[in-house]
């Protein structure tokens, strides 16, 4: 059966996230339970907050509110809408945003498991954004960068594009996670873990959701008819 090799290979990328998300949650527990690894992050987080310049600002401000929850939200059905008009498939976009949604859900699942206070803004002055309320780890932001870019190479773009999209990609997510650090607001390791995560996450998801005959790319499922 053409599909069962697909399946399998579905679940085993399904395994690999969950262990991901399980070393991920041992690794946030551990750094909340010793307030030390916090305490030496904060030098850095100090550092990087104060080369402030105003094109720095403008760039992580324009982050801060494409990338938050509102402006995520707007991001997303923009880049849907994108994706369904630029291929014309429904399942090419239900799958695009399954694989930008799991991830990123799973990272705000992380926060409240984790639990991990933000940087203590009055070792930061001045701040330039508000001191959010939620937890710092995983990095939101840089969750939901590293989710889009995913949706867009894996579902998207061909496989001969991944010669210029991944490393555009990937400077995307290295400049939101710049700037959450930048801002004062994360832990370099609240970015570093979703930048680990939501990848691994969302090549699983991206398999799991293409082995379902509903959503197959259309080139498989006229494979699988013909066969």
């Known amino acids: 059966m053409p599909s069962s090799p697909r399946r399998s290979a579905a679940w085993l990328s399904v395994s690999l996230a969950a262990l991901t ?12 339970a010793s307030p030390t690894w916090s305490d030496a992050e904060v030098g850095l987080v100090g550092l990087v907050h104060g ?7 403008v760039v992580a401000l324009a982050i801060n509110s494409a990338f938050g929850v509102g402006g995520a939200i707007l991001v997303s059905l923009i880049v849907l809408s994108w994706i369904l008009l630029a291929t014309r498939s429904w399942q090419d976009t239900v799958r695009a945003g399954i694989v930008l949604v799991v991830p990123w859900a799973c990272v705000e699942a992380l926060k409240l498991v984790v639990r991990r206070p933000r940087p203590d803004p009055a070792m930061l002055q001045p701040m330039i954004v508000a001191d959010p309320m939620s937890f710092s780890y995983p990095s939101g932001h840089t969750a939901f960068a590293a989710a889009l870019c995913c949706a867009v190479v894996l579902v998207v773009l061909p496989r001969r594009a991944r010669a210029w999209s991944v490393p555009l990609a990937v400077l995307v997510v290295l400049v939101t996670a710049w700037s959450r ?45 013909i066969s």
Not at 21 to 27: C, G, N, P, Q, R
Not at 51 to 57: C, M, P, V
């Open 21 to 32: 998300l399980v070393a991920a949650a041992v690794s946030g527990l551990l750094i909340v």
């Open 51 to 57: 080369l402030h310049s105003t094109a720095g600002d």
């Open 181 to 225: 650090v930048y801002l004062g607001v994360h832990y370099p390791t609240d970015v570093l873990a979703a930048a680990v995560v939501v990848p691994v996450v969302s090549f699983a998801t991206a398999r799991a959701a293409a082995a379902w005959p509903l959503l197959a790319p259309r080139h498989v499922t006229a494979v699988n008819r």
